[in-house]
């Protein structure tokens, strides 16, 4: 089992920028891949971004490319997601996931960290 824990959300004004942290420790973390996912207010989980963590391949979903970037840095095992030029519409609670194949489906990660809240103010 994969532990998970996110932080680095918080209130921003449209256009600004946040960087939400996932630390990950546990068993033979390094053979995933970690994900991010975001829940917006009354509306179901969706995709963000992801990175196998051997070999660094990112994919993200379209509404987020050239805005967000997915990112590992293996020495402290966390993964980053570096949000800028941010809109109200990336208003969601937004979590980190893992597990052993890249996809775009919350069910194909059998890992999740607790959530870390994003407030986008227009």
């Known amino acids: 089992q994969v532990q998970l824990v996110e932080s680095g959300g918080g209130l921003v004004q449209a256009g600004g920028s946040l960087r939400l942290s996932c630390a990950a420790s546990?068993?033979?973390?390094?053979?995933?891949?970690v994900g991010w996912f975001r829940q917006p207010p009354g509306k179901e989980r969706e995709f963000v971004a992801y990175?196998?963590?051997?070999?660094?391949?990112?994919d993200y979903t379209d509404s987020v490319k050239g805005r967000f970037t997915i990112s590992r840095d293996n020495a402290k095992n966390t993964v980053y997601l570096q949000m800028n030029n941010l809109k109200p519409e990336d208003t969601a609670d937004y979590y980190c996931?893992?597990?052993?194949?890249?996809?775009?489906?919350?069910?194909?990660?059998?890992?999740w960290g607790q959530g870390t809240q994003v407030t986008v103010s227009s």
């Open positions: 990175i196998r963590w051997r070999g660094g391949y990112t």
């Open positions: 546990g068993r033979a973390f390094t053979y995933y891949v």
């Open positions: 996931a893992a597990g052993p194949t890249g996809s775009w489906s919350p069910g194909s990660f059998p890992s």
